[in-house]
């Protein structure tokens, strides 16, 4: 076994969003710490997520603010009160972003009478300058304008006149401290839940896009990286042309990178990116890998991924470039759809291990990649992921032939669902096995997290609580693990 995943483990598949708790999602509490302690008892020592960036309205994390940002939603406002920062009694209003206004007001009220706090503040912001100044002006510009995109705001800003960016933060100073105040406590609670899990044996494994969003901190503030126009629209975007998931191919519309500068800057921004990921995570999936062999190049004002071209990406060089810069790289890379043999070449040349769902796995023949006979070590082996329905409401939708095949396959019948599945997932020789928790509480499609090409109803799943210490889902699971030989030796020695 030549990966960074040298051993067998387990993993549960659930955003942060979508824990339990008192806020409008869930966040950095005392219900991540309980979720950590029961994946943990229950034998799993991987804790797997979405991004973790400033969501737009929408919701989705693969469309942030930031690929360098916490994203506040997911602050516990709970300890501000502890810390005297906000009043218990503005509980009262649910608002999740009034009160992070109230908490960051009494924050800086402490910070000024607080020497060693003061120091702490100045040392995130000295740490952290290469992306928070940019990030907290964005965001409070955001604001001011009514959430217009960056290109819609006056030209002096939309083009980062040096003079309007100095007036803009003294103008708009109160909210750009609120943002430094969100991320400074962003940074002290995820610090503080990733030494939870590590005293757990839990390692933390992330997500990362591969593309920005258009509208987003990233792309206003170094504007030259990316392909867009002098007043910032796109010249060109991102998709994938027409297959058979879609006759009219894909367009997501993120701006393409221009591959060409980064390479003579030794992509530094990418490696800036990957480190802060790095700093959070234990490891990482990198999102549509294949897009670092070559990318679908889309005219800015197609409507769809009709038309387009193949344009090769300097892939081989910039995971280069990270692994000198940052040395072996814990990440799994997502390389679903049609994949070229190039593509599985760049991966393997940096002992990436692929994925393997095994809803893609009864439908064709016996040369099927997604068979358990063909997963091999090198591999992370998911049931379904957060863009597939839940396994139920899978198994529910497939069409006669199948289920038949994987009735057949399997030697199970219907009845035993979705558990088969997943011990399916623990018993394949893959290192890495994933399953979302809705599968774990044999869930159906009115759980399901996102369905990608569709805007309405993703991302909103939450559980209503965390399963007890002896649920079924839990002890379960602690039973195949053990018997996979995949289970948290640490907390689970017997």
Known sequence: MHSWLKRRSSAVLLHLTALPGPFKTGVLGEEAYMFIDRIAAAGFSVWQFLPLGPTHAHGSPYESLSSFAGNPDMLDLRECVKFGWLDPFSFDNSDHAQLRAEAARGFWQHVD?????????????QANADWLVDFSLFAALKKVYRD?????WPEPLRDRDPNALSQARIDYAELIMQTVFEQLLFDRQWGALKSHAEERDVQLFGDLPIYVAHDSADVWSDQRLFTINRIGLCDEVAGVPPDYF???????????????????????????????????MHMLRIDHFRGLEAFWAIPGNSEDGVIGEWRKAPGKAMLQALQDAIGSLPMVAEDLG??????????ESFKLPGMKILQFAFGGDAGNPYLPAH???NSVVYTGTHDNDTTMGWYASIDQSTRDNMLRELDITSADMPWTLIETAMASTGRLAVIPMQDLLELGSEARFNTPGTLDGNWHWRMEHLPAPKAPCWTRSLELNRKFKRWNKRWNKN
Do not use: C, K
């Open 113 to 125: 009478h607080d020497p060693e706090l003061a120091a702490t503040v100045a040392a995130f912001e």
């Open 148 to 152: 217009r995109p960056w290109w819609g």
């Open 246 to 280: 879609s006759d009219t191919g894909q367009r997501w519309g993120n701006p393409l990178y221009r591959w060409d500068l980064m390479e003579t800057e030794a992509f530094a921004w990418w490696i800036r990116r990957v480190r802060r990921q790095l700093d959070r």
């Open 338 to 347: 049609v994949i070229t043999d190039e593509v599985t070449d760049l991966r």
């Open 375 to 377: 997963h091999g070590e």
